[in-house]
């Protein structure tokens, strides 16, 4: 966890005064929990008698509880039961139980009784709704599990848990445990549902969800295993067992534990804030997330849900039976299941060349984390605000790209011998950054705990910049390090922060390996090179800065000798010397041309990416259709080989290659993509069986992109009559992208009536705000709503939404959204806002130092 650091680390982690944390002079070991969830009344009742441990005598037990209501509080020990008085302390979400005689040392039991409300706030306990019915389900993670019952709601109070549930007859129930008694209740049409004592676990992987669930189930080495929905939804629910049997085998083989909680069941709850949730046994998902229709699904719904399901299946190992031991090391959880969840799938799907897409997302967090505001994986969350702005990119994508590293740097079987060892010395308990590390240390006989706080306790990302020599036939490069930011101001102004970089380079045919621990260092490479690229496999995190050059061989053997994460890396360290004038943008565009008979997916998009940004911030209006016309040639190769038509014979690349181009070169305007893309809409909106799955979401998004009110007319009649929730966001998505503002209104007050499902607001606003068509209308509508949307548009530390800020590229807008954030709090996500901010700045930035540059390139193309 901590080399240096460890020391200054303690006094933050012992002052618990400020800093909202329960004191751990009282451990509890079990709860015995009953619950009626009240769903008709939306009021839960609750009863409870925990199990603890005191250290020392005392009068006062400190226990989280959040907007409960506590009728009843007792404490039994040494043979005495005594009423305990109980204060609420509301802004630090704690209860207070204090006795007249002091507890003895050693084991009492608490006995409370409670109630509270079924929020609509997907966390807690709450209420989901489909058209048909609701539902009672749970949202725990970070500090929810306190608005149900109340207890010691940190992750390091692990305790098993007995829990009883009171339902309606035709409703069963889902938790950690499986059901061994199903008894009749005292009142009509009620039963009572007890499950099995679960696994010792943290109270924010407890897991219950009630109503009428229908499953699909098949046994996997020897595990029951259980994918689970709402009765209409039962039948795509079969993908999801499919993955889940090949990531359990995986997974049975890879962590040399065999899967350890003795049944899972896996449930698509219809309104749920995140993607999924690895609940100890019974792990719960967005429905969009985990149901799937086969005959109609694009790869990319394929290849997405195939990562999310194996996702949280991983944390099964590494997260529920070993835990962080408080959410500053929450990256141990997400960070380790982010790198690992391509793996199973790898092995089930070689064809869907994952690694492509693994390296994608590493370039994309890098450009996040090229930012001032950005923070080091480790963290110091105090707060439950401060503890959900730590799932965010750094915790998840940054985790798994530091780690993908270290795995590149011992290889891959000692990095497993590592991971296993940590998972068998602190199997059911907790552990920190240092217990990984320490453990990977010893497995390789590297110094991993030197490596490894370089990357994890400090932010950003470094740059290298590579110099290679000849002298003869001998050659040497020359690395020096610092701190990259996508600010040229901040960049050249230098920062203190120094790394231990393992970096592989490649050159011929050959390649060499180094650490590099200083700000300047050497190393041979035996012979010259014609060309060097200085990150193997797209591995290392970090930035490469080539001299000119350098960049120019290496561009020129690009297609021929580097693998596809490698020219998804060299376009990215480009493009990132691009943004802060180490290359001019012509240098950018040279290399795109270089690229132009690309086929990777990963690479294609990104290029485009930068392309479009190019197109919007640096293109006068009146350049916009010459520069259209190089970006339409730039792919023309690929869409000249692939067509808009699908063939029987196509790979699953191709028909995503496919789905990519008729976005990328619809945005330019492009007649063919336009003209397929409505073909394929009105297909759609007869037989949507008729369209290739990949094909859809890019078909709406151009159409609607060039679309008038009567299509928009004839998406928003098909928008209630949408069969399938995947369907109705295509509809939903796509009524966000049309270009009218008096059209973004009609959008927009869809949230008014009621027929935009929660859980969606981040994804819509997010599409409205990245349209420069509609992100004014969309913008004044968050700034007049703010109050009641706050909560619900900063999911994930304010992806979507908030992240969105960040494409408006005037000073003019800068002013206005840092104004109204000033004034107006956007819990759990005010990191986002000011790297949104910051993203503005750069973009201006780029402006002033390339304007002149792309002019001049402009001219030429003349």
């Known amino acids: 966890m901590r080399i240096l650091s460890v020391l200054l680390l303690l006094p933050a982690l012992n002052n618990l005064a400020g800093a909202q944390r329960l004191p751990t002079s009282v451990m509890p070991s079990h709860y015995k929990l009953w619950i009626d969830p009240g769903i008709e009344k939306q009021q839960f009742t609750g009863e409870e008698t925990i199990d603890v441990q005191l250290a020392q005598a005392s009068n006062e037990i400190v226990l989280n509880s959040l907007n409960l209501e506590i009728s009843s509080a007792e404490v039994i020990a040494g043979g005495k039961t005594q009423q305990a008085k109980v204060s609420y302390d509301q802004p630090d979400e704690m209860i207070r139980l204090t006795v007249a005689e002091a507890i003895p040392p050693g084991p009492a039991a608490l006995h409370l009784k409670f109630s509270g409300k079924l929020t609509t706030g997907l966390r807690g306990l709450y209420l989901s709704k489909t058209a048909r019915r609701s539902y009672a389900v749970t949202q725990f993670e970070g500090t929810y599990a306190r608005m149900m019952f109340p207890g010691f709601d940190e992750p390091g109070f692990k305790a098993t848990f007995d829990l009883t549930v009171v339902a309606d007859k035709q409703d069963t129930a889902i938790s950690n445990g499986r059901i061994i008694h199903d008894t009749p209740t005292a009142g009509p049409n009620r039963h009572t549902l007890t499950f099995s004592t679960s696994p010792k676990m943290s109270t924010y992987l407890v897991a219950l969800a009630v109503g009428d669930w229908q499953c699909l189930e098949r046994k996997v080495d020897a595990v029951p295993i259980r994918v689970c929905a709402v009765p209409e939804s039962k039948d795509k629910a079969q993908f999801a067992l499919d993955v889940a049997t090949h990531s359990i085998q995986f997974y049975n083989q890879w962590y040399g534990i065999r899967y350890p909680f003795g049944k899972l069941d ?14 100890t046994a019974s792990i719960f998902y967005r429905d969009t997330a985990l149901l799937l229709d086969e005959a109609t699904a694009s790869v990319f719904s394929r ?6 399901i194996a996702h949280e299946i991983a944390h099964q190992w590494f997260g529920d039976l070993v835990t962080a031991a408080w959410w500053d090391d929450i990256w141990l959880n997400e960070g380790f299941a982010t790198w690992m969840q391509a793996k199973p799938i790898e092995a089930w799907h070689p064809e869907w060349h994952l690694e492509d897409d693994v390296a994608a997302t590493t370039q994309q967090i890098i450009g996040l984390d090229s930012l001032s505001a950005t923070r080091a994986i480790h963290g110091d969350p105090k707060t439950p605000a401060e503890i959900k702005e730590m799932f965010d990119g750094i915790t998840y994508e940054k985790g798994g790209a530091v780690l993908s590293m270290l795995e590149s740097y011992v290889g891959p079987e000692v990095f497993r011998k590592g991971v296993n060892a940590y998972l068998r010395a602190h199997a059911n308990g907790n552990a920190t950054s240092a217990d990984f590390w320490q453990a990977e240390a010893q497995a390789s006989g590297k110094p991993i705990d030197q490596v490894m706080p370089t990357f994890v306790l400090q932010p950003g990302v470094p740059m290298l910049t590579v110099t290679s020599s000849c002298n003869g036939d001998k050659a040497q490069v020359a690395f020096t390090q610092q701190r990259f930011f996508l600010s040229p101001e901040r960049l050249n102004a230098g920062s203190p922060e120094q790394w231990q970089i393992p970096i592989c380079m490649k050159f011929g045919g050959t390649d060499t390996c180094s650490l590099v621990t200083a700000k300047t260092q050497e190393a041979s490479l035996g012979q010259c090179p014609a060309w060097l690229f200085a990150n193997r496999n797209a591995k290392g995190y970090y930035r490469v800065a080539y001299t000119k050059a350098e960049l120019n061989a290496v561009a020129g053997v690009a297609e021929s000798q580097l693998n596809a994460p490698e020219r998804i ?9 691009t943004r802060v004038g180490k290359n001019s943008v012509g240098d950018f565009l040279g290399l795109a041309q270089a690229l132009q008979s690309e086929r990777d997916l990963g690479a294609i998009n990104l290029m485009a990416r930068d392309l479009e940004y190019i197109g919007s911030s640096l293109v006068p209006e009146n350049e916009s259709g010459r520069f259209n016309e190089f970006v339409r040639k730039q792919f023309e190769a690929n869409e000249s080989s692939l067509g808009w038509t699908v063939r029987s014979g196509d790979s699953d690349e191709q028909k995503a290659v496919r789905g990519s181009l008729l976005s990328i070169l619809g945005r330019t305007g492009d007649p063919q993509a336009v003209a397929t893309a409505r073909k394929l809409v009105q297909r759609y909106l007869k037989d949507p069986a008729s369209v290739e799955g990949t094909l859809v979401a890019p078909a709406f998004a151009t159409a609607a992109a060039h679309g008038d009110a009567g299509l928009y007319q004839q998406i928003s009649d098909a928008l209630p009559k949408a069969r399938s929730t995947g369907e109705y966001n295509t509809y939903l998505i796509a009524l966000a992208q049309f ?14 009536a009621g027929k935009v499902r929660q859980q969606e607001y981040p994804l819509l606003f997010g599409v409205l705000l990245a349209n ?3 992100q004014d209308a969309a913008w004044a509508y968050l700034k007049e709503h703010w109050s009641d949307l706050a909560e619900k548009v900063t999911s994930f530390g304010g992806r979507g939404a ?18 109204f954030f000033q004034q107006h709090p956007a819990p759990g996500a005010q990191r986002t806002v000011n790297q949104s901010l910051e993203r503005i700045d750069n973009c201006i930035e780029f402006q002033k130092i390339q304007q002149q540059n792309m002019n001049a390139w402009l001219q030429l193309q003349k």
């Open 569 to 577: 890396a060299l376009i990215e360290d480009t493009w990132a010397m």
């Open 802 to 819: 908030v992240s969105a800020f960040g494409s408006f590229c005037s000073a003019e807008k800068r002013a206005d959204v840092a104004q």
């Open 266 to 279: 896996m449930l698509a709850i219809p309104d749920y804030e995140w993607g999924g949730m690895e609940n």
């Open 772 to 774: 420069t068509h509609t």
């Open 303 to 308: 290849r997405s849900h195939a990562t999310v």
């Open 739 to 752: 270009s009218q503002a008096n059209l973004a209104e009609q959008t927009i007050a869809l949230v008014d």
